[in-house]
């Protein structure tokens, strides 16, 4: 039987950790106008957990792939999509499953062929 506390305490953590995953969202490439931009679906969720990690890339002829990182202290992953340049998909959805619990930063980088990258960075928690 869970307690009224028990709730209200979990019910606290989850809104907690929803506000901490809305301003966790950090670029590290700036630019005038981003080259590329990461959003994970859902930021929190109960483990073992599904995610999706879409990109949005700006349309460039020197555009030629983009390394999406799922990293924890307990468990990684990764994939790497290639990009035709301006003919690419804008958006990209890359979907891991079965996370584990853990905190993890998610970093998506595009990769140019000047050897340009762009990186941005989001937090995602699994409880």
Aim: charged share 25%.
């Amino acid at each position: 039987m869970v307690s009224g506390v028990d709730r209200n305490r979990k019910a606290r953590r989850i809104a907690t950790l929803g506000f901490v995953a809305s301003l966790a969202v950090v670029s590290l490439g700036v630019h005038a106008i981003e080259p590329i931009r990461v959003r994970v679906l859902p930021a929190f969720a109960l483990g073992p957990a599904d995610v999706i990690v879409e990109t949005i890339v700006e349309p460039d002829t020197r555009n030629r792939e983009v390394e999406v990182v799922v990293d924890s202290p307990n468990y990684a992953a990764a994939s790497t999509v290639a990009l035709e340049g301006e003919k690419a998909a804008r958006v990209r959805e890359i979907r891991f499953r079965q996370l584990p619990a853990g905190s993890y930063e998610v970093s998506a980088t595009l990769v140019q062929d000047d050897g340009m990258r762009s990186k941005v960075a989001a937090v995602l928690e699994i409880q």
